[in-house]
């Protein structure tokens, strides 16, 4: 099933390593004055009943919960003494970050890390990735750029260029003030290796690019950022429960995104060989993936976000229908294309290629071969 602009929901829970579920890492990247702040802020008002949990700028681990009322910053704020997280700390130091914010009684979904404008995102990425943390994972790149000014940041800072090379997804925020945004939009497409190019005013993107809202149910009794706004300040109708709504006058970028079920096992290489071939826009794929034949003790937790895939084995809940089940979610990636090409991935031979798994097994965490970092060598 296909929809486009709609919050799934987090119809998918994923519990990796067959125990405590996984914290996605966003790293939040763009230049001074592109826009990060303004769209973290707009994260927190429309994550639902999602706690996000923050390394901001200079000021260290920050825990935000979307459901708490303003002031709850200042008591939980680390200085870091340094304006550029990249120079402040090494992989070990954002560990202890990530070991607060990631604890199980933080309840903490997702952490986002933005990033100083001066801050080298090849470099965050690296740590994050080099992070052994067993309850965090990486949750992309994000970078963000000031669409009336691109010309001059380019100008400015032609190393712009080799971060759009790097990231997973690209906001390209102001869009109202570019004077030629159709322009500005078909040269970020230029510069990127397939990340997903959304447009933006004021920030305003859906948080399920991101992360899997909680249900709204789960905020009953509670206040949230939602709840705190002067009456007329939202105009539209609600666009599901993530909280995401149409502002009348501003851009609020929807997103394409494709289920795929299915009760027919998967062949491993015609799998890889789909993943491997990602198309442009294409930001996330989570779910789970049968293989039949090929290990029929344990069914696999996907994640993918831009160029980073992992797969989780993981024993067949007890009495549990064995099925595959996918999310895409991405901006302008042709749904029904995927689609097909996901059906062709289907084979219900009863006996199992002797090497099929061995590509599968090269993104298992912890196997010889790992590669999660090898995409940002260049």
């Known amino acids: 099933m296909c929809q486009r602009g709609r919050p799934l929901g987090n119809s998918i829970s994923l519990g ?10 966003v790293v939040l990247a763009g230049f001074l004055g592109s826009g990060k702040t303004t769209l973290l802020n707009h994260l927190l008002h429309r994550s639902g009943g999602s706690r996000i949990g923050a390394v901001v700028n200079d000021f260290g681990a920050i825990e935000i919960d979307a459901m708490a009322v303003a002031g709850a910053l200042g008591d939980s704020t680390v200085s870091l003494g340094n304006g550029c997280l990249c120079c402040a700390v090494d992989a070990s130091e954002l560990d202890l970050y990530l070991d607060r914010l990631a604890a199980p009684a933080a309840g903490i979904d997702v952490i986002v890390i933005e990033a100083s404008g001066l801050a080298e995102p090849q470099e965050l990425v690296r740590m994050v990735l080099a992070s ?15 669409a009336a000014e691109f010309d001059d940041t380019r100008a400015r800072h032609p190393e712009i260029d080799r971060h759009l090379a790097l990231t997973d997804l690209v906001v390209v925020n102001k869009l109202d003030r570019a004077d030629d945004p159709g322009r500005i939009l078909g040269l970020v497409r230029t510069l990127t290796d397939r990340a997903a190019v959304v447009p ?3 920030g305003r993107i859906d948080p399920e690019f991101l992360f899997d809202c909680r249900p709204s149910e789960e905020r009953i009794g509670q206040l949230s950022f939602d709840d705190l706004h002067e009456p007329g300040e939202t105009d539209g109708e609600p666009d599901g429960e993530c909280g995401a709504h149409v502002h009348a006058g501003h851009l609020h970028t929807g997103y394409d995104s494709l289920s795929f079920t299915s009760g027919v096992p998967l062949e491993p290489r015609r799998l890889m060989r789909f993943l491997d071939s990602r198309p442009e826009g294409l930001y996330r794929i989570k779910g789970y993936v049968d293989f039949g034949p090929c290990d029929p003790l344990n069914r696999y937790a996907v994640h993918a976000v831009g160029r980073f895939l992992r797969f989780y084995p993981e024993p067949w809940p007890a009495g549990e229908d064995r099925r595959t089940q996918l999310v895409l979610i991405g901006s302008g990636i042709g749904t029904d294309g995927l689609g097909k090409e996901l059906e062709a991935c289907k084979n219900d031979a009863p006996h199992a290629d002797e090497h099929g798994m061995w590509g ?3 993104y298992v965490q912890g196997s010889e071969e790992e590669p999660d970092a090898e995409a940002y060598d260049r």
């Open 200 to 202: 933006a005013t004021y």
């Open 16 to 25: 990796y390593r067959g125990g405590p579920q996984q914290v996605p890492v």
């Open 360 to 362: 599968v097994l090269r």
């Open 132 to 146: 052994e943390h067993p309850r965090v994972v990486y949750g992309g790149l994000v970078e963000v750029v000031d």
